[in-house]
């Protein structure tokens, strides 16, 4: 069965300097993943997704993540850090048709 | 513009009452879900729909029930059954058929049960 696993819970990182927040997946085969934010009291948005088409995938705001099928990894990261960045990130896999399964999220604090 | 829209945004509830959840798109998705959303929990599935007038249970349907009446609605009712209901809820929908594509969300709603 396809999951996901969030590695840290809590992510703080000073203005201007690098985010990496981590996601292991499990599967069997190459999963699609998506990465999602979530701004307090606000729904989730859409970062970037992974598809198979590239492992470097480019999303919105600057962020990054890059598939790694050998460390079955699809890290998050951004080269600088912007106050705007704080919230809530979760790794997402598709877990059969219409469903999906969600990591248990990593808040991102952001220190001026 | 395209999207889901949740209502209302706050929600209160005293026990022992119903409270039915709105949820529209104008996405034209197949699929539509529910999710609830607990400090330090992640999403939990409550219930999902891949075709108007069906649904299925997600991993915590207990005390919830929907419909699915039309492609655009799939409001979620929160019964007086629910031990716990004062929670995040999260509608999204999708694009049936894909596994590569992804979830959108509304902006949720914060029911608590006074």
């Known amino acids: 069965a396809q999951s996901v696993t969030q590695l840290d819970s809590h992510v703080s990182v000073s203005e201007g300097t690098p985010v990496l927040l981590r996601c292991n997946y499990s599967s069997s085969y190459s999963p699609s993943l998506f990465w999602y934010v979530q701004h307090p009291?606000?729904?989730l948005q859409l970062l970037l997704k992974y598809t198979s088409a590239a492992t470097l995938v480019k999303g919105i705001n600057g962020f990054e993540a890059e598939?790694?099928?050998?460390?079955?990894?699809f890290h998050l990261t951004k080269p600088s850090a912007h106050m705007s960045d704080a919230a809530e990130y979760f790794c997402v896999v598709p877990r059969g048709r219409n469903q999906f399964y969600f990591g248990t999220g990593t808040?991102?604090?952001v220190i001026p | 513009d395209g999207g889901i829209?949740?209502?209302p945004k706050y929600l209160f509830r005293k026990e022992g009452q119903n409270v039915?959840?709105?949820c529209e798109q104008n996405l034209n998705h197949d699929a539509m879900y529910w999710y609830r959303q607990d400090p330090g929990?992640?999403?939990r599935l409550i219930y999902y729909s891949q075709i108007v007038n069906d649904f299925q249970k997600g991993d915590i349907a207990e005390g919830y029930s929907v419909s699915r009446e039309k492609k655009e609605s799939f409001p979620l009712t929160v019964t007086s059954a629910q031990k716990n209901p004062t929670a995040f809820y999260l509608c999204a929908s999708s694009?049936?058929?894909l596994w590569n594509t992804e979830a959108f969300f509304g902006q949720g709603t914060r029911l608590t049960v006074v």
């Not at chain 1, 598939?67 to 990894?73: A, G, I, P």
């Open chain 1, 41 to 43: 009291n606000k729904g």
């Open chain 1, 67 to 73: 598939f790694k099928k050998s460390e079955t990894s």
């Open chain 1, 107 to 109: 808040s991102l604090t």
């Open chain 2, 5 to 7: 829209t949740q209502s």
């Open chain 2, 20 to 22: 039915t959840l709105s």
């Open chain 2, 41 to 43: 929990q992640g999403l």
């Open chain 2, 95 to 97: 694009i049936d058929t």
